[in-house]
């Protein structure tokens, strides 16, 4: 079935550092892949996106470019802020096999504490 | 154009009884989709509704069900709740259209569920 493993967390950061938090999937078809960020207390919240390989999703000075060959989408920003403190998750979304819904399969999320 | 809207906000329960959420889909959204998120975990799919029936289902046993009603709000329900229903419940909606990839889903806030 469809899996996504995320990098080992937390991450602990100074502000102004350079952030990478690597993402690798699993799937049987061609998935939609995602970065979607959980601040403390409440739901998810998109951060970018992208539906094809070679894609680059943007947001906030995040990027991430859909990797098919290496089955990854590694979410990095140049400069962290104190406020970009929150939990990170990487999904996919797959249409295989014909199926007629696109259930979102999300990873165990990374905890990224920036400190000033 | 009003988001994703969730009730109540938390809830404590006892072992053995029911409890039903509520989900309010953003403007123009036909689809909800229900996500169970334990401590510390990434999102686990529960089902998704479409036209008012169950379009698909994760790994959840039957005790958990689910309605949509014509203006596209959604409930989830779980009967005979244990001690490991305790979790935050996301509902997410999004605009499914026949022959289109999957489209975006955007979470609301969540319920935070206690069993005790």
């Known amino acids: 079935g469809d899996s996504v493993t995320q990098m080992e967390g937390p991450v602990t950061l100074s502000e102004e550092a350079f952030l990478t938090i690597n993402c690798t999937y699993t799937a049987t078809g061609y998935p939609s892949l995602f970065w979607y960020v959980q601040y403390p207390g409440e739901g998810l919240q998109l951060l970018l996106k992208?539906?094809?390989?070679?894609d680059k999703g943007s947001n906030k000075g995040f990027e991430a470019t859909y990797r098919k060959e290496t089955t990854s989408f590694h979410l990095e920003k140049g400069s962290v802020q104190v406020s970009d403190s929150a939990v990170y998750f990487c999904a996919l979304s797959d249409h295989a096999g014909g199926t007629s819904y696109g259930k979102l399969t999300f990873g165990q999320g990374t905890i990224l504490t920036v400190h000033p | 154009e009003t988001g994703v809207t969730q009730s109540p906000t938390h809830l404590i329960k006892t072992r053995g009884q029911q409890v039903t959420l509520r989900c309010s889909s953003q403007s123009g959204h036909n689809t909800v989709s229900w996500y169970q998120q334990a401590l510390g975990q990434g999102p686990q799919f529960i089902f998704q509704?479409?036209?008012?029936?169950?379009?698909g289902r994760g790994n959840f046993p039957p005790r958990f069900s689910g309605l949509q009603f014509p203006n596209y709000s959604s409930e989830l329900n779980v009967n005979a709740l244990e001690l490991d229903d305790s979790a935050l419940y996301l509902c997410?909606?999004?605009?499914?259209?026949?022959?289109?990839?999957?489209?975006?889903?955007?979470f609301g806030p969540g319920t935070r569920l206690l069993v005790l």
């Open positions: 992208a539906t094809k390989a070679d």
């Open positions: 997410a909606s999004s605009l499914e259209r026949a022959g289109f990839k999957q489209e975006t889903q955007y």
């Open positions: 509704y479409y036209r008012e029936e169950e379009n």
